[in-house]
């Protein structure tokens, strides 16, 4: 069983040594442990520091891509590499290192196939409160869009197998953390959390620059991400609403109608045509959507079978390249002990 542990870097000379250093060198029931950077074009030492650690592979991006690509470019080295167990963990060290043993125990025990950190939040000093709330608010959010019971869904500190990482695309340049979530969930990947722990503030968060910014932007990615799997449900909700609204104005007008005050209300014959109109378009892109979700759910199964078989050629073409050096080397030795 081998775990490789990924941590997607931007300018993190400072503290990648530190977050390095917390990391596990030996968990029970993993039998091998290696280490994996992503390089997210930064402009600073973060490469020389993470080749003078040790770390075992580094992917590298000329720019800065955004986390959600170099989450994925990282998943594909990782898968690329034979990893059974990938975690994902970040360079500040805002995690214990210790939990990740904690993170992949469901998988060892195929109790689940992704496994997100739950962090303290309420009782995370560096923390204000508005965040505490805005991250309550977001998880519950996340839940009803995925139908899971992921009590901290933005937390990046998270545990995937080599089947669930197949099966992961990722859409939007923002943050992989929502969306991974409401797509295993909408695929019944078997996923759950467990309590983990945290560490002092070294530096303030990258990954928004102002509260509004990561609202807005967590809350599109949410929206979005529910489009893509429940498109049917989203305009099937919104069609309803435009034709019980058209309903009431169109029984309102008869009553009138009724009275002999007819006449007076035509605008609202208008209204009742306009709503009417609008919940049977909404319906229609609803079907439609669903169709193309359908098609999409087709294109991923086809591009998980690809992936899976590129991986295994790949692991297969390593593999015979090590017997084949293996063999090299003891008949160089058996021609060395014949001399």
């Known amino acids: 069983m081998k775990l490789i542990i990924q941590i997607p870097c931007y300018n993190e000379a400072e503290t990648l040594t530190i977050a390095l250093d917390a990391l596990p060198k030996k968990i029970e029931g993993i039998d091998k442990i290696e280490y994996l950077i992503i390089n997210d074009g930064s402009t600073d030492e973060t490469v020389q520091v993470a080749r003078d650690w040790g770390v075992d592979y580094i992917v590298h991006f000329c720019t800065n891509r955004g986390l959600a690509k170099g989450f994925m470019a990282g998943m594909d080295a990782a898968l690329r590499n034979g990893a059974d ?13 210790d939990d990740i043993a904690k993170l992949v125990q469901p998988i060892l025990e195929k109790k689940a196939e992704i496994v997100i950190g739950e962090r303290p939040i309420d009782s995370t000093e ?23 019971d992921i009590p901290d869904a933005p937390s990046g500190f998270r545990a995937y197998s080599r ?34 722990r945290t560490n002092p503030e070294l530096r303030k968060s990258r990954l928004f620059h102002s509260m509004f910014g990561y609202v ?58 306009i709503f009417m109109l609008t919940g049977v378009i909404s319906y229609l892109i ?25 991986y295994e050629v790949e692991e297969i073409k390593k593999r015979l390249m090590e017997k084949e050096q293996e063999k090299t080397f003891g008949q160089e030795e058996k021609a060395e002990q014949d001399r």
Do not use: W
């Open 286 to 310: 609803g079907l439609q959507a669903d169709i193309i979700a359908a098609n999409r759910k087709i294109l991923e199964d086809v591009q998980y079978h690809a992936r899976r078989t590129d």
């Open 85 to 97: 167990i990938i975690v994902n963990t970040d360079a500040d060290n805002q995690y214990c290192g």
């Open 216 to 273: 807005k932007k967590s809350m599109v990615t949410i929206l979005r991400s529910f489009l893509m799997y429940k498109p049917l449900k989203f305009f099937g909700v919104i069609g309803t609403i435009f034709c019980l609204l058209g309903t009431v104005l169109g029984i309102r007008f008869i009553v009138y109608l009724c009275m002999g005050q007819g006449s007076g209300h035509i605008q609202s014959l208008i209204l009742v045509a």
């Open 163 to 196: 089947e669930a990482a197949l099966r992961l695309n990722v859409i939007n340049q923002y943050t992989y953390t929502l969306e991974t979530i409401i797509q295993a969930g909408h695929n019944r990947i078997p996923m759950m959390s467990v309590p983990v």
């Open 126 to 148: 560096h923390f204000s409160k508005m965040k505490k709330k805005l991250q309550h608010i977001g998880s519950k959010t996340v839940r009803i869009a995925s139908g899971t």
